[in-house]
Every structure is written in C-alpha cells, then in structure tokens.
C-alpha cells in the first residue's frame, strides 16, 4: 500500500513512530524503546512494515497493541496534520527561513529562532516533572506570531513568549519590552493577549510569561505583576510551580491543545 506516512512524536515518556493511511488514521505505532510494532489491523502489516524500515535498526516485535487507556485512544483520534505535538520550538520561523527572508529581516528572525530553540530546550526538559509542553501553537489572524511555547502540568497553564536579549540589557515594562537600542516591542502586552485567549479556548486559567534569552541583564517595571518574567535557565522555576492540577487534567487539556483544531476558536 502507498501513501503511509510516518510521524515522530516524543512526550510522557515515550519515543514512537506513528503510522498513518492517507486519511490521517493510525493503523500502528513503532515504540524505539522497546523495539515493538504495535498493528492495529493485520491487513496493513506488510505495508507498515515496510513503511518503518529505514527506521528498524534493531530487533523488534510486531504483534496487537496493548490495552489503550484514554489519552491514547485520543492521540489515535487525531490526524496527524492536526496534530501539533511534533512541533519544534520555532517551527514558524523555520518554515520562515525555508521561503527565504531578505537581508536584516533575515538576521532578526535568527536570533529570535535561537532564543525559541534554547528556551523551548529548556521547557522540554519539564516532561519528566509530570508537565506537557507544546511548541508554535498557530492562533487565527496572528500570521507566523502565535505561542511560541504552552505549558501545561502541576502548576496550571503557562503561554510563553521568547524575547531575545542578544546580549544587551532588556527592560520589560507594563507594555513594552527594550532591548538595547532597539525600537520597543509590545511583548508583555502581546502575551498577556495570548494567554486570554488561551484561557478561552481551553476553559482554564492561563498564565502569561516573558522569558528572555542571552540578555546581559534584565530589568522589570515594579508595577508588572501578570506577567512573569523569567530570564535563559527559568524553566526549572516554572516547572516547580504546583498545586493546580492533577494529572488528569493535565492530559485533558494536553489532549485538547495539541488539536490544531482547537484554537481555530481562539
């Protein structure tokens, strides 16, 4: 059979390798830390098989899956394109650079894919926490700006916009973020939007966050209290916040957020 895609997706401590039909339906799954393909239908087992080859470096197994449990049976739900958890940190500037943007354009977009990279880094080190993080979650109207990085896990909800500091001294007040010289951004103000329009979209309180990369220093405005500020190696902090939510709603709304469908109500 033709058209098989293959699709990574990394999380909850797991490393697989879905395999999808042409429509986006999941007919089995490749688990690289077990060496198991899991066929949902032993019809299609030549035809998966051959689709993971070049991926099968190792002995494997190939047999029915186990039991699902929920999160699962929704993850098998959702088709692929839709499917946002195999984003990278800065996937939108990535498609960005793949069309080609000119001249200063160009060398500001760098900095600003390398701040994403490093902090998106960070925040994915969270999962082991008991924390879910998704990267470029795409909100209407907002053309290549939408969430740079959401957590979700004990500590609630986090939208996460990454500045960066390019080694200069950032100041971050009520609505504006300088770096430098450089002409004033609406960075706190842009995520303090994001956020709400988070919390509408998924039906839970959001926190918005400024993280700031490879800056030489930070300053905050005092009267700046909704949104937090943290600085490169931050993450570790928001990833000790708790005492919000329990697992299982972490994977309720981990399951409904990285449906890109999701935020087509944003």
């Known amino acids: ?138 909100l209407p109207d907002a053309g290549p700006a939408g969430i740079d990085h959401l957590l979700i896990g004990p500590g609630g909800v986090l939208v996460v916009r990454t500045a960066a500091g390019r080694r200069q001294r950032a100041s971050v007040g009520d609505l504006l973020l300088t770096v430098g010289r450089a002409e004033p951004v609406p960075g706190p103000r842009w995520v303090r939007r994001a956020a709400a329009r988070a919390g509408h979209v998924l039906t839970a309180a959001v926190r918005p966050v400024l993280a700031v990369v490879d800056a030489s220093r930070v300053d905050v405005a005092p009267s700046l209290r909704d949104v937090v500020v943290v600085r490169e190696g931050g993450a570790a902090g928001l990833g000790r916040l708790a005492g919000v939510l329990k697992p299982a709603d972490v994977e309720a709304l981990y399951g409904l957020a990285r449906d890109r469908r999701t935020w087509l109500r944003a």
Do not use: C, I, K
């Open 1 to 138: 059979m033709r058209g098989l895609t293959v699709t990574p997706a990394r999380g909850n401590g797991l490393d697989r390798l879905y395999v999808s039909l042409p429509d986006g339906r999941s007919v089995a799954w490749y688990d690289r830390d077990t060496g198991r393909v899991s066929l949902l239908g032993r019809e299609h087992e030549e035809a998966v098989l051959a689709a993971l080859g070049p991926y099968l470096t190792r002995s494997y197994t190939v047999g029915p899956p186990p039991v699902p449990g929920r999160a699962e049976l929704l993850r098998l739900a959702l088709p692929p394109d839709d499917d946002l958890a195999p984003n990278r940190p800065g996937e939108t500037l990535l498609g960005e650079f793949a069309y080609g943007t000119p001249g200063r354009r160009a060398r500001g977009l760098r900095y600003e894919l390398l701040a994403q990279q490093r902090f998106g880094a960070e925040l994915d080190g969270l999962e082991g926490m008991g924390w879910r993080v998704l990267h470029a979650v795409p």
